[in-house]
């Protein structure tokens, strides 16, 4: 009958709207853990209050807001053709719910359920959805990967480009932009953005934006599990790599620091027997790693510098950057300077300047560009601010080693009081509570107030305070960004030195 057939159009139609609205958020969080599904199942089993929530309210401090990808279309897609598959299950249900018992209130009550249920179990059924897109995705990918590795290697052969390989836990992005800086002083570059260091992101700027003139094309390396950095140097087919540092990053992934050093070992593994690996001498788990390698190897770095192939001395650090002499035992000696701040920034310019001597650079085209290298986006650089208040933002990302070396350069900063807001380090696998407690004391040493982002997760850098002794009146735990420059805007004077360390993605809000 027609009102038994407008009823079931009403509840299905209802429901597919809602629930394909519902969809956009589980969507963006499946997006922000790179379409993986384990990853994201880890998430939903995270955050089941978010997860329960009839309706998700948008922030307004998002991030990192749903990017409408050609391949996130496509799974929109996918999913809303599920959606239809079960309405439609749903229908034949119903049909037969009503031919047996003839009852229109038992109908609708049945319709209103199974519709709920649908728009209820959306973040779970985004799953679904995914598996079905995956195959068609990796056909999609690897047809742009094939391409992008022909272009290459077709460049190698007839136009002799030469690609610049940087890997390592922590270090890479800025290593990548300092190097095309420098290099740039003698050779025609080209760079990837940001941190496009993903097949499909490499392959990206390789099919569209490299040209034949480019005479080195630097490509950042990352990887979240054994076998990535195979796959994106088979992409890129590099002759010279470098290993920046490695850490306790991706934990949660990696789960031990031997499967960290074995993936990001995999770059040099991947050189030509004519290759060059370059290694951060300094840091503990790489060394290993140079002393094992037999192709050609440059170390670099500051300590037990008899070692070494390149490396600074004379070392001044304050909050106008550095200045140090640079050795490279071939070439000599050269006074360089750069406005960076810290040491750890020191390690990353040695790190380019090694791969400038490989390439043919003098030392003074090395020096010169090290003179012109601006600070890295959310990298330790100095944001400006009209009301004196000196803002520092290492907001990208944060790790054990990276959160004591922003400490470190606010402790350079003579005039004014020292106050961090953080939402602490993240992706540290069983060592993200022990880390984030030891780092509540580092913050007691250097900081005169303290802002946490997010009570739940900056507890154990809270209790970290508590055990050091720190006055807890000057620790503020608010629940997100806005409310912590809301405490800033009252708490802060001119000179005073504010640091802004990590700014977890959406993926991670306590909101």
Known sequence: MLYIFLIKFLVIFVTLYFSIIRSNYPIHMLQLEGYENDEYLKWISENKDK????????????????????????LMKKHELVNIIIVFIICIVADIIYLFFDNIAFLVIFLLITGFLLYFY?????????????????????????????????????????VLGITGSFGKTSVKFISNTILSEGLRVKNTPSSFNTPMGLSKIINNELENTTEVFIAELGAKKRGEIEEVAALVQPNIGIITAIGPTHMHLFKTIDNIQNTKYELIEMLPENGVAIFNYDNDYVKPLADKTEIKTIRYGIKDVEKLDVYATDISV??????????????????????LLGVH???????????????????????????????????????????????????FNSNPIGFR?????????????????????VELGDMEEEENYKIGFEIAKTCDFVILVGKKRTAPIYRGLEDAKYNLENVFRVNSLNEATQVLGHLSAPKDVVLFENDLPDNYSEQ
């Not at 056909?139 to 990967?145: A, L, P, S, V």
């Not at 010169?368 to 208040?389: A, C, D, F, W, Y």
């Not at 070396?405 to 380090?425: C, H, N, Q, W, Y």
């Open 318 to 339: 304050d909050e106008m950057g550095s200045k140090f002499i640079l050795h490279i035992r071939e070439l000599g000696e050269i006074e360089c300077e750069s406005k």
């Open 51 to 74: 997860v329960t929530k009839l309706w998700y309210k948008k922030q307004d401090e998002e991030k990192s807001p749903l990017v409408w990808t050609d391949r996130a279309k496509r």
């Open 345 to 395: 920034n020191i390690s990353n310019l040695l790190a380019a300047a090694s791969s400038a001597y490989i390439l043919g650079l003098s030392l003074e085209q090395i020096a010169n560009g090290m003179k012109k290298v601006e600070p890295v986006e959310h990298r330790l650089n100095i944001v400006n601010s009209n009301s004196g208040v000196i803002v520092i933002d290492d907001a």
């Open 122 to 162: 959306q973040y779970k059924l985004i799953v679904v959805s995914n598996k079905f897109a995956i195959p068609k995705e990796l056909e999609i990918n690897m047809g742009f990967y094939k391409q992008a590795q022909e272009k290459i290697r077709n460049y190698k052969e007839n136009y002799d480009l030469k």
């Open 405 to 425: 070396a922003a400490l470190d350069v606010i402790s350079e900063f003579k005039d004014g009081r020292k106050i961090i807001i953080t939402p602490g380090m």
